[in-house]
């Protein structure tokens, strides 16, 4: 269970979240949407331990972890994909894999680790040997997505994962995402401006607009919603 | 080929490679945290003078050495904490840590010319003499400057080792990418950059102490200006690169010996800095920079 209690998070003068509060069980997706700037990726950044909480709790399965350093959260599982697709672009795609591995959970060998990922993703098999800043925006995010899971993360956060790709190519990312949130049974939160893509596999979503929440429920409900008017407002 | 230019070209050489070991230090706390310890220079000095303060109180010369090399460790790392740390954490990406780890070197340099004298002192011979030398095709190598090559490029060869193959190595390179993704992936990037700079601090120390064996002697201010050759060697080389911190050591040694021997002593400093100027004209990546690897 992850769980976020009146979560405020601040730059400075601009208040990028303010008193959110989630709780997000594990084996069903949430999905967290919002126009640009909304407070996503803080929402986000804030569970992982990147952005300045200000007020407000983070917790994992009840432990408090609002004061824990970064790498700390990741040993108790916390896995992020962050937006702008992040990878250690000199790196090739299995020195990534490898690194994202050696931190992580380690409940499999590395050969088996890699050899699972190479069969979701022949792909990057093929480029495993390739500078990961070489690879199409695609295969970037097949890469991203497996350098979380290799992790075997309990906590995994997925800053739009659609950002920038073709349709085709959504499609296959978020067929893996779904199999992966159903096979693994944890949590996974994905942030998405696409509204409609991620609530459709998602078991509860939630709006934010400018910092706040300004509209949640189950899934199914806000995308029925769309057709009348609450989700559409919401993002204006 | 004469005997006199070879005698240069060996000490070039010798001297090039402890540059490269300099070199080397500075790469990786620019790694970890995109900073150089300028206090270097100080640390060399301190661990050669304590080397000689140790074993002059009857300790033999090896247990001399790690000891110092531990004291200059442990020096390295309270130079992270308290002089780099808080100039990175005020007012974001500020420069004082030019200031402070500098300040904190030639703090360094007065206290040692307080407890150790400002006059050089002898130090003392480690494995070989100055007088060992063995012959070959007719001419004289003398061993220190053999055993100062070998013990500098054996450091070299096992760092790259550590870089390159091990967890480790790869998670310090990953940091220098990107330290906010290296965080969010569980490297535990604090203790990484506090190793950078107490393994930097070692090789530094190190370099003191092969530099004070060839040269025979060394004073508190010995060490100040061999940093700044070690950081020509680094630009020169490509900042970040250990090859080219190898290339660019021996570049700076054997050149400065060169010019040193045939022009004169007093050239010796200003042509390192020269060839830095020419480098940053016509190459400012360095010899073995690499532009940046991405695809939109």
């Known amino acids: 269970m992850l769980e976020l209690r009146d979560l405020s998070v601040h730059y400075g003068a601009v208040r990028a979240l303010e008193g959110v509060s989630l709780q997000a069980a594990p084996g069903g997706i949430t999905a967290i949407l919002g126009a640009n700037g909304a407070g996503k990726s803080s929402l986000m950044r804030a569970v992982s331990g990147i952005a300045p909480v200000v007020a407000g709790q983070v917790l994992l399965d009840g432990q408090d972890i609002t004061a824990l350093p970064p790498p700390a959260r990741a040993r108790l599982g916390v896995a992020h994909a962050m937006e702008g697709r992040r990878l250690f672009r000199q790196l090739t795609v299995e020195d990534n894999l490898r690194l994202a591995w050696s931190f992580g959970a380690r409940r499999e060998k590395l050969a088996a680790s890699l050899a699972e990922v190479y069969a979701r993703f022949p792909i990057l098999e093929t480029k495993a040997r390739t500078a990961a800043g070489l690879l199409s925006g695609g295969q970037q995010q097949m890469l991203i997505l497996s350098c979380t899971t290799i992790r075997n993360p309990r906590f995994l956060l997925l800053d739009e994962p659609s950002l920038g790709l073709a349709p085709i190519i959504v499609q296959q990312i978020y067929g893996f995402i779904t199999d992966y949130a159903a096979k693994s049974g944890i949590v996974v939160i994905i942030a998405e401006q696409m509204a409609a893509l991620a609530l459709k596999v998602s078991r509860q979503g939630m709006v934010l607009r400018r910092g706040r929440v300004v509209l949640a429920g189950a899934g199914e409900e806000l995308l029925r919603g769309q057709d009348g008017t609450t989700l559409a407002a919401s993002y204006l | ?296």
Not at chain 2, 76 to 102: H, Q, Y
Not at chain 2, 115 to 135: E, K
Not at chain 2, 176 to 202: N, Y
Request: hydrophobic share 60%; net charge neutral; charged share 10%.
């Open chain 2, 1 to 296: 080929m004469d005997d006199f230019f070879f005698s240069l070209l060996l000490a070039g050489i010798s001297v090039g490679a402890v540059y490269a070991l300099i070199a080397l230090g500075l790469n990786l706390t620019f790694w970890t945290t995109k900073t150089l310890n300028f206090g270097q220079g100080s640390l060399m000095m301190l661990c050669a003078m304590l080397t000689v303060f140790i074993s002059s109180q009857g300790l033999a010369i090896t247990l001399a050495v790690v000891g110092s090399l531990a004291i200059v460790a442990a020096l390295g790392m309270f130079i992270e904490r308290w002089t780099v740390r808080p100039a990175l954490e005020s007012s974001g990406g500020s420069m004082g840590w030019v200031v402070s780890t500098l300040g904190f070197g030639i703090f360094l340099q007065g206290m040692a010319a307080k407890y150790f004298g400002s006059q050089a002192v002898a130090f003392p011979d480690v494995v070989f003499t100055a007088q060992d030398f063995v012959t070959v095709f007719g001419q004289y190598i003398s061993l220190q400057y053999l055993v100062v090559l070998a013990v500098a490029v054996a450091l070299i060869l096992a760092f790259e080792l550590f870089i390159r193959r091990t967890v480790w190595g790869q998670a310090v390179h990953a940091v220098s990418l990107d330290p906010e993704l290296a965080l969010v992936q569980g490297i535990p990037v604090r203790r990484l950059i506090l190793g950078s700079f107490m393994l930097s601090s070692i090789l530094a120390g190190v370099a003191g102490v092969l530099i004070a064996q060839i040269g025979g002697t060394v004073d508190p201010a010995f060490g100040f200006d061999l940093v700044l050759l070690g950081f020509v060697a680094a630009v020169l080389g490509g900042m970040g690169s250990s090859l080219g911190a190898l290339a660019g050591g021996l570049l700076v040694g054997v050149i400065s010996k060169l010019v040193g021997g045939y022009v004169s002593t007093a050239a010796e400093h200003g042509i390192a800095f020269a060839l830095l100027m020419l480098a940053l004209a016509v190459r400012p990546q360095g010899l073995f920079g690499r532009p940046e690897v991405s695809k939109a």
